[in-house]
């Protein structure tokens, strides 16, 4: 998850064109397919959110390094993003197992007498 605070207000970003592009942008940044990014918006300067949905084929630590290196700065930010970002970008890896834990396997049955 990014969480990033751009100047401005919440109606800047109420045309989906604009959200498109920041979508695209953050997809770019963390190397994923911009269908794995959802963005929301909320007041308090501009809040964004993004959340990133990594792929099976990509490690999340692989999607926030690249997102560390391109996001390093908010004006390295505002350049890959688009968007003038007010403070530096906070990253987040909120990855969740998608998989539950494998569980050993069963004793034997006992031997007979």
Known sequence: MI???SDGSVDDFSDPSVTASLQQNIASAAGVDPRLVTISVTAAS?????NIAV????AATTVMASLSSTLSSPAAASAALGITIAEMPSLV???TP????A???FPPPPSPP
Do not use: Y
Request: glycine share 0%; net charge positive.
């Open 103 to 105: 569980f050993p396997p």
């Open 46 to 50: 501009v809040i964004i959110t993004a």
């Open 3 to 5: 969480r990033l605070t």
């Open 55 to 58: 792929p099976a084929s990509s």
């Open 93 to 95: 890896n909120a990855l």
């Open 98 to 101: 998608t998989t539950p834990p």
